[in-house]
């Protein structure tokens, strides 16, 4: 079945500091691919996706690039603000279903 | 504002108690979903319904019901059948048939069973 893994957090970093969170993943067919985040308190909100391989979503300083060949779409930003202090999902879905398949999340924390 | 509202925020139950989880939605959105979320496990799918009177079973769907009258609501009955209901319990919608991926979540609840 369809599945996705992303890196375990947590990741701590500095304010400036660049961020990489990995995501791989697993699915027949074609999968349309998807970052989600999560402040503390707060449902998931859409943070950027991408539908077909070598599409690059983005979004707040974000980016991710649907890596067909390696399976992957790690998200970056070149430098970090405390306000990106989140938990980060990656996720897939495929074909015409409404259903997505969700990463364990990544927990970023940002410091001064 | 348009938006999904989920009541309560923080609920607690006492083993062998069945518990009602409002999620009602103002954005005219066609589908709906329940996730459960668990520490490390990430999001896991417990039922969906695309349309009025109509819903299926997500991955998870044991010691749950929904049912959805409405368009603008989706409750989840969290039954004393669910072993481990200790969860923290997110309800999206997406508009058609959810076809885009892109799912507009509430704020959530969290149920402690003590």
């Known amino acids: 079945g369809d599945s996705v893994t992303q890196m375990e957090g947590p990741v701590t970093l500095s304010e400036e500091a660049c961020l990489t969170i990995n995501c791989t993943y697993t699915a027949t067919g074609y999968p349309s691919l998807f970052w989600y985040v999560q402040y503390p308190g707060e449902g998931l909100q859409l943070l950027l996706k991408?539908?077909?391989?070598?599409d690059k979503g983005s979004n707040k300083g974000f980016e991710a690039t649907y890596r067909k060949e390696t399976t992957s779409f790690h998200l970056e930003k070149g430098s970090v603000q405390v306000s990106d202090s989140a938990v980060y999902f990656c996720?897939?879905?495929?074909?015409?279903?409404?259903?997505?398949?969700f990463g364990t999340g990544t927990r970023l924390q940002v410091t001064l | 504002d348009g938006g999904i509202t989920q009541s309560p925020k923080y609920l607690f139950r006492k083993e062998g108690q069945n518990v009602t989880l409002s999620c009602e939605q103002n954005l005219n959105h066609d589908a709906m979903y329940w996730y459960r979320q668990d520490p490390g496990q990430g999001l896991r799918l417990i039922y969906y319904s695309q349309i009025v009177n109509d819903f299926q079973k997500g991955d998870i769907a044991e010691g749950y019901s929904v049912s959805r009258e409405k368009k603008e609501s989706f409750p989840l009955t969290v039954t004393s059948a669910q072993k481990n209901p200790t969860a923290f319990y997110l309800c999206?919608?997406?508009?058609?048939?959810?076809?885009?991926?892109?799912?507009?979540f509430g704020e959530g609840s969290r149920l402690t069973v003590l």
């Open positions: 991408a539908t077909k391989a070598d």
């Open positions: 996720a897939l879905k495929t074909g015409t279903a409404s259903k997505l398949t």
């Open positions: 999206a919608s997406t508009p058609g048939t959810g076809n885009t991926g892109e799912l507009f």
